[in-house]
């Protein structure tokens, strides 16, 4: 039984027609085509699925799509603005904190959470943040390294 | 290759695909879609072993949404080929497409294909399903003994058909000298057995694939693998294809660490159901079965070691079993390449290698980042700690007298694979290390709370840069292609097929072409390209992205600059000799006023009717030079929980020239963590009766977060390779392997017990502590 939501995502307004039980994960994929957030495990084990609803890191893996009705959702492509990097991309590229790639989406995301509420964190602090973000590639230096870049 | 100065190569940059990927634009294989694409799923069996007597696919047929529905029946009678990296006489086949009798918990047993993945899903369900259960066996020891369930009757090894006994794959045995006589002359002999574990690859994409038909019965792929040339030719052996007839498209993978060198299973059966559907048909393991589709070979070792009281080795005997699981995908290479890398490992006289690969009811294992290595260096490393006890003889110094060095002999992918090492960096490494991490100190076990022990331990190690030897190998293919282009505006194209699974090496290709034909790094393009478009290319496995398809791509640009080279040669009347080419123009040399810009040499050719600037070459390195690497570090050991915390760690590489430094140290610290969750986390477990998969997900798959890693401390050696282009070797897995026997020791160090079994689980200190 499908219905109709409206949901704003990268500041974009969609009207679409679904079936109520897909997550929000698969919505954005899927039907919006936004291929940016990855699916690594649909258990919300991983991380790789992070997008910001209301400035809130959330894995949208398990996010009922229906409950993003009347809020901001954020993921990685609407990160940059006109062209122009956000600090965390442009940290994250320079300081080679990027390997293969597929938990980039979710680390930054996760990180601009953490910005927004501690605009300055400690390296402890940047590090429980992205706990729940795997990495198989980096061993995670490189990347706390450009978090704590982009917050200067 | 003599050394010269470097305006790229040798500093650090940003990669060339990594604002793609920090954008969220890099279309990684599950981002792919076409239209009208249906989906595949795999009904898995529930039995670790049994019979499939009757399938029965009447109701998921009827299922609305499902196009089709194949069983063992279905898929053609060709054994499946995995791993097209051997020679074809000694490629191993042991498998179909969909099986008649299953051999591991999740063994593919019939597949769907569906307008959307629930309605497979559903339609799985409705498939029903007569099994046989037979007993099952999950021990390796046990799987070799008389009377133990039979998992394969026979095999086929080329075009030979081959008895499978005792469910042994294939043995091997090699002696140098005579080690008999090497322990006689020892004054001290020490044995043990080490046990690892069985880790999983885990790379954070799951394995995805599309299938799309097109005219004349053609394919297009479009799936993770790290190599597009062996995969077509394993779909199109499975499928019984003409090669021409499938084209795969290279995509970039989201880590891998050696689980997609072969082809598995779902690509063949995804490109089955797109032929007979006439659609284009994807797939995408779950977590679940990522835990069902690869992961590093468990070994049991037995090494016995003869040593004289100044720290000599004079005789080593190693013997394995190896663990392939239920299916041998790569047959019993990696117990062969363990022979290989213990015999590499330190000078002795007199050594001697036994092993066999042996079957059991488990889902299959594949190659895993160190390929057999990471399993010897634990066993190797741990005895040399408890020898250097035995003989009060200081660990690192222990190394210094025996380590593997330039002028010895090197067994790049066991023993038919040899070279003679030209440049080694471990001794700089070792002292370098050992300063680092304050070795001088690892005698104070005092931390602030008394039950908590500090300790330090050391281990070195090594992996080869790809599988090139002086002749042709006669089991393993190593050879690479590359294409490369100048464009009409001065910018480059490099076309070749080697693959990136996240360390870079697509990057390292385009600063060779920017560094040989002297453009700016953002002026070189790496075309995706396919198997139509690009030269051969064996998969990018055993850390030979940089060296082994490195070697092809600077001789492709060599041969483009040569005919750039010529024709500025003629538009600025100077002798070839006299030019040098840099930053997008070609300079007479002590004449700065004399140039003329790369742009302006293909415009002139192309509007003279000279022709296009191109080079091609195909290259088997002759040799393969090993990275050698070393692991210091210190650890917290509590006493009263069993936990070991690693607090720092002090790795080290010997690359000869680092092409990208950050892609370097991206590398030594990805290998840290890979390692350090061999050593205390990482281990999937099966239900010991049924032999189902206990942790098939992250939550109980353990591995280090980011608030578990050590602080790092990198240190990289003044070496030069003289084979590798620009004088560099590989660093992906020789990082990794000795880091278990790194924790190993340094556990001992703190508490005084030595765990010969991975992982180094809390539960076993402290049984060790009472």
């Known amino acids: ?42 258990r919300g084990e991983c991380g790789a699925c992070t ?70 964190p400690t390296e402890g602090e940047v590090r429980r943040e992205i706990a729940g973000n795997y990495c198989r590639c980096t061993g995670y230096d490189k990347i706390v390294e450009a978090i704590l870049a982009a917050a200067d | 290759m003599e050394k010269r100065e470097l305006k790229i190569i040798g500093g650090r940059f940003s990669r060339a695909e990594a604002l793609q990927k920090a954008t969220g634009e890099l279309k990684f294989s599950a981002d792919i879609t076409f239209p009208h694409m249906l989906h595949a799923k795999i009904l898995r069996s529930p039995y670790a072993h049994a019979i499939v007597k009757h399938v029965d696919i009447s109701k998921a047929l009827k299922l609305k949404g499902v196009r089709a529905v194949i069983t063992h029946k279905d898929v053609p009678k060709i054994p499946t080929m995995h791993q097209f990296l051997h020679v074809p006489s000694h490629m191993f086949y042991d498998s179909f497409l969909l099986e008649e009798k299953v051999r591991h918990y999740g063994d593919r047993v019939a597949a769907v294909a569906a307008t959307n993945p629930d309605i497979a899903e559903e339609a799985l369900e409705l498939i029903e ?22 998992i394969h009757n026979r095999a086929r090894r080329g075009e030979k058909t081959i008895e499978i006994k005792n469910n042994i794959v294939g043995v091997r045995e090699i002696e140098i000298g005579d080690v008999e006589k090497g322990f006689r002359e020892a004054d001290l002999i020490i044995e043990n057995v080490f046990r690892t574990s069985r880790p999983n690859n885990a790379p954070l994409e799951r394995t995805a694939v599309i299938c799309v038909p097109g005219p004349g019965g053609s394919l297009d792929v479009y799936g993770t693998t790290q190599g597009i040339h062996p995969m077509r030719m394993n779909i199109a052996s499975a499928l019984g294809l003409p090669l021409h007839k499938v084209n795969c498209h290279r995509v970039y993978l989201g880590g891998s660490f050696g689980a997609h060198i072969h082809t598995g299973w779902i690509e063949p059966i995804c490109a089955f159901l797109s032929l007979l559907t006439g659609k284009p048909v ?47 995908v790569s047959g019993e290479s990696k117990m062969v390449l363990a022979g ?89 490494l070792l002292k370098r290390g050992a300063e680092a991490i304050g070795w001088n100190k690892r005698a104070d076990h005092t931390t602030d709370r008394p039950w908590v022990k500090r300790g330090m331990g050391m281990a070195r190690g090594f992996h080869t840069s790809g599988a090139g030897s002086p002749k042709p190998s006669k089991f393993i293919l190593d050879y690479s292609g590359a294409i490369v282009k100048v464009n009409e505006d001065g910018t480059a194209v490099l076309i070749n097929a080697a693959a990136d699974t996240g360390g870079g090496s697509l990057s390292t290709h385009a600063a060779m072409v920017a560094e040989e034909l002297g453009l700016n790094y953002e002026d070189v393009v790496v075309y995706m390209g396919d198997t139509n478009v690009t030269l051969f290319d064996v998969p990018t496995h055993a850390s030979r992205g940089t060296y082994g398809a490195g070697l092809a791509v600077k001789k492709a640009s060599e041969k483009a600059k040569r005919v750039l080279l010529k024709w500025a040669s003629e538009i600025l009347e100077a002798s070839v000799e006299d030019l040098v080419a840099e930053k997008g123009k070609i300079f007479v040399v002590g004449n700065p006023d004399q140039w003329v810009s790369i742009k302006e040499v293909v415009e002139t050719a192309q509007t003279s009717g000279w022709g296009s600037v191109a080079g091609e070459a195909s290259i088997r390195p002759d040799a393969c030079p090993p990275h050698f690497t070393v692991c210091f570090v210190e650890v917290e050991v509590d006493t009263q929980t069993g936990l070991v915390k690693v607090l720092r760690a002090v790795t080290g590489a010997d690359v000869g020239t680092p092409i990208n ?55 990289i050696a003044d070496t030069f390779e003289p084979t590798g282009p620009f004088g560099a070797k590989g660093v992906g897995e020789g990082a990794t392997n000795p880091v ?31």
């Not at chain 2, 399903?129 to 039979?150: C, K, Q």
């Not at chain 2, 020791?745 to 402290?766: C, H, M, T, W």
């Open chain 2, 282 to 328: 994807r797939g995408e393991k779950t977590r679940e079965e990522m835990f069902l589709s690869c992961g590093r070979h468990p070994m049991v070792m037995r090494l016995k070691t003869g040593i004289k009281k100044d720290g000599t080795l004079m005789a080593q005997y190693f013997d394995v079993i190896d663990e392939t699981g239920a299916y041998a």
């Open chain 1, 51 to 120: 997008v910001l609803i209301d400035r809130q890191a959330v894995n949208s893996c398990l996010f009922p799509v229906i409950e993003g009705e009347g809020k901001e959702i954020l993921t990685i492509e609407g990160l940059a603005r006109n062209g122009q990097l956000h600090p965390l991309q442009e940290n994250f590229i320079e300081l080679g904190a990027i390997q293969c790639g597929f938990c980039t989406p979710g680390m930054i995301l996760t990180a601009k959470a953490l910005l927004y509420r501690i605009p300055h």
């Open chain 1, 1 to 42: 039984m499908e219905v109709m939501i409206q949901l704003k995502v990268n500041s974009v307004i969609y009207e679409l027609k679904i079936d109520p039980a897909r997550t929000l994960l698969q919505v954005i994929r899927e039907d919006l085509r936004l291929t940016g957030t990855k699916s690594g495990c649909e």
């Open chain 2, 340 to 428: 290989g890398w213990f015999l590499s490992m330190y000078k002795c006289p007199n050594m001697k290698f036994t092993g066999k690969t042996v079957y059991t009811n488990t889902p299959p294992l594949t190659a895993m980042r160190g390929a057999g290595n990471p399993q010897v260096n634990f066993a190797v490393e741990s005895q040399m700690d408890m020898i250097a006890e035995e003989l009060g003889i200081d660990p690192v110094s222990l190394r210094l007298k025996n380590h593997i060095n330039t002028g010895d002999t090197f067994y790049g992918q066991g023993p038919d694979v040899v070279c003679v090492v030209q440049s080694c960096g471990t001794e700089e």
């Open chain 2, 129 to 150: 399903v007569e099994y046989e259960p037979l007993s099952a066996v999950f021990d390796p020891l046990e799987a070799t003994r008389d009377g133990a369930p039979v």
């Open chain 2, 740 to 770: 278990a026997a790194a924790v190993a020791n340094a556990a001992y160090n703190a508490v005084g017990v030595r765990i010969k079994d991975l992982p180094i689980s809390f539960e076993k200190i402290l049984k060790a502590l009472k």
């Open chain 2, 661 to 715: 430094l950050n892609s370097v140290e991206g590398q030594i610290a990805g290998g840290l963590h890979m390692g350090l969750g061999f050593a205390l986390l990482e281990d999937t477990r099966f239900d010991e009766k049924t032999g189902k998969p206990l942790n098939p997900n992250f939550r109980d798959y353990k591995t280090l977060t980011a608030l578990d890693m050590p602080s790092i401390e990198m240190l």
